[in-house]
């Protein structure tokens, strides 16, 4: 059993800053890839940001500089802050996690359950 547990989120003003977390747990033999992703209401989910467990990186076109991907290989969490928020920033982000349980098994995609981000203009 993997469990991903994300925190933070919140509402804020247009240009205004968040802090997301998300902890990964249980039975774990290796996580590949963790991350972001966001879903807007009547819209497909989208990357928001990537990071590898030797720090390399891959942010959706939109981010522009403006969010910030970080990992704890030790702890098994991944941060995202966001800075300069936009309304259209708005979403439920999930955390995402490619994790492998064991030697012989190859790795699965792991989902949270989703914090919602929401930012006024």
């Known amino acids: 059993q993997v469990q991903v547990a994300e925190s933070g989120g919140g509402s804020v003003r247009s240009g205004g800053s968040l802090g997301l977390s998300c902890r990964v747990s249980?039975?774990?033999?290796?996580?590949?890839?963790m991350g972001w992703y966001r879903q807007a209401p009547g819209k497909k989910r989208e990357m928001v940001a990537l990071i590898t467990p030797e720090g390399v990186i891959n942010y959706g076109d939109f981010v522009k500089g403006r969010f910030t991907v970080s990992r704890d290989n030790a702890k098994n969490v991944v941060a995202l802050e966001l800075n300069n928020l936009k309304p259209e920033d708005t979403a439920l982000y999930y955390c995402?996690?490619?994790?492998?349980?064991?030697?012989?098994?190859?790795?699965?995609?792991?989902w949270g359950r989703g914090t919602q981000v929401t930012v006024s203009s």
């Open positions: 249980g039975t774990i033999f290796y996580i590949y890839s």
């Open positions: 995402y996690a490619v994790v492998r349980l064991d030697s012989v098994t190859s790795g699965n995609q792991y």
